[in-house]
Nanobody, 121 residues
Framework: QVQLVESGGGLVQAGGSLKLSCAAA????????MGWYRQVPGKQRELVAA???????NFADSVKGRFTISRDYAKNTVYLQMNSLKPEDTATYYC???????????????WGQGTLVTVSS
């Protein structure tokens, strides 16, 4: 079984920065995609950023130019650097991993527990 452990959320003023981390715990061999979604109460969860093992990344239009995503493949960890934060970035951020290969098994759409990011105006 694979678990995703997130850290780095918190309270920050508008214009500030935060860095989220998410590590895949367990005897993982290979992870195709890791990324971040976010959700506010009453709204659907939306993609923030994703990183695929081939090196491609994609971002929500609302965060382009402000957020970057990076991975440490040796540590099975993904990072989300968030700069120039805005109050509308306030949400619970969820790490996810897709197509996680563990031995002969492949797991799809694994989610972290979520970490709250609050941006004050």
């Amino acid at each position: 079984q694979v678990q995703l452990v997130e850290s780095g959320g918190g309270l920050v003023q508008a214009g500030g920065s935060l860095k989220l981390s998410c590590a895949a715990a367990g005897s993982t061999l290979r992870i195709n995609t890791m990324g971040w979604y976010r959700q506010v109460p009453g709204k659907q969860r939306e993609l923030v950023a994703a990183s695929r093992s081939g090196g491609t990344t994609n971002f929500a239009d609302s965060v382009k130019g402000r957020f970057t995503i990076s991975r440490d493949y040796a540590k099975n960890t993904v990072y989300l650097q968030m700069n120039s934060l805005k109050p509308e970035d306030t949400a619970t951020y969820y790490c996810y991993a897709d197509r996680v290969q563990v031995g002969p098994y492949t797991y799809f759409e694994i989610w972290g527990q979520g970490t709250l990011v609050t941006v004050s105006s």
